[in-house]
């Protein structure tokens, strides 16, 4: 079975707003760093519990080569990307904090 994802609108600010960070630092780096997002964003789809519960019912999916996670939940056969944080932001911009 394959779920739905979808970016809810804080993930979306969250993405764009990286994705502006690593292109002003090196032209290509923003998008190596979507490239990243879409291969989480594929492996959710074929199965989002290998990603572990970080703050019930939320889970935080690693990106590869960037220190950004995806937060998000299961609902039914949707996956519901609440927003995508850099590992220090504070945890209380985390989903359910």
């Known amino acids: 079975m ?13 993405l764009l707003a990286a994705f502006h960070w690593y292109e002003a630092r090196q032209s290509g780096l923003g998008e190596e760093f979507l490239r990243s997002v879409a291969a989480v964003e594929e492996a959710l789809a074929r199965n989002p519990e290998r990603y572990p519960v970080a703050n019930a019912p939320y889970r935080s999916a690693k990106l590869r080569k960037f220190p950004y996670g995806l937060h998000y939940r299961i609902v039914g056969d949707k996956i519901s990307i609440l927003s995508c944080l850099h590992f220090r932001q504070s ?5 359910g904090s």
């Open 91 to 95: 945890p209380e911009r985390w989903p």
């Open 2 to 14: 394959n779920f739905s994802v979808v970016f809810e609108a804080s993930a979306r600010d969250d």
